[in-house]
């Protein structure tokens, strides 16, 4: 169902895992999810007409892979988001209205990549420190403005996911030397650091 000419649609296909519905640029809102429960990945990316996602989508409880990135008209997450207890891959990037993160987003336990570059988020919600099984966090790109640490320094708050993030994106974030986490040596399980475009020495 890639790059389809709809603009909403039903949807009840009890047996479905995957749901490719990538680069329909007419699709302007997503379908009630309660007939798909068994959705294990859903790729909408390159919507660049969706600006309404069904709270229904809490309900895909085998939900493992959700690609919303590209999406440039999407300006919230419904807070059921955060009832999706399977979810291992959320991508948002390029989703440049996208403003915030639903609060709760610490609830996704199983949430191992969030990819968030290039959106309109100001600061990421405090509950992102729930997030132990978090390994990727890219929060890079222009749009992003990091969030203010207790330093008042002008970064993300990673300190509590140290052990745990093996890939960490800040790229494009305007950040000095000074804006460097005092405690980014402490990443005991960080792979691969990406802080390319910043204003450094």
Not at 95 to 101: E, F, G
Not at 161 to 187: H, M, Q, W, Y
């Amino acid at each position: 169902m890639r790059e389809s000419d709809m603009q909403e649609f039903g949807l009840n296909f009890q047996c479905w895992k995957k749901l490719d519905l990538s680069d329909s640029k007419r699709l302007r809102r997503t379908p009630n999810f309660n007939g798909s429960r068994s959705l294990e990945t859903l790729w909408l990316h390159g919507c660049s007409s969706l600006t309404e996602i069904h709270p229904s989508i809490g309900n895909l409880d085998r939900l493992i892979d959700l690609d919303f990135s590209g999406c440039k008209k999407l300006t919230d997450l419904p807070s059921s988001i955060c009832r999706l207890k399977s979810l291992e891959t959320l991508d948002i990037c390029r989703c440049s209205s996208l403003q915030t993160l639903p609060v709760d987003l610490g609830d996704m336990r199983c949430l191992k990549f969030l990819a968030a570059s290039d959106t309109g988020i100001k600061q990421l919600p405090r509950s992102v420190e729930m997030l132990k099984d978090l390994k990727n966090l890219d929060v890079g790109g222009k749009y992003i403005e990091a969030k203010r640490s207790f330093s008042r320094r002008r970064v993300p708050r990673i300190q509590s996911l140290s052990t745990f993030l093996s890939c960490l994106v800040l790229k494009n974030c305007g950040f000095s030397e000074a804006d460097i986490p005092r405690d980014i040596g402490s990443l005991s399980s960080l792979t691969y650091l990406d802080m390319s475009g910043n204003s450094f020495l």
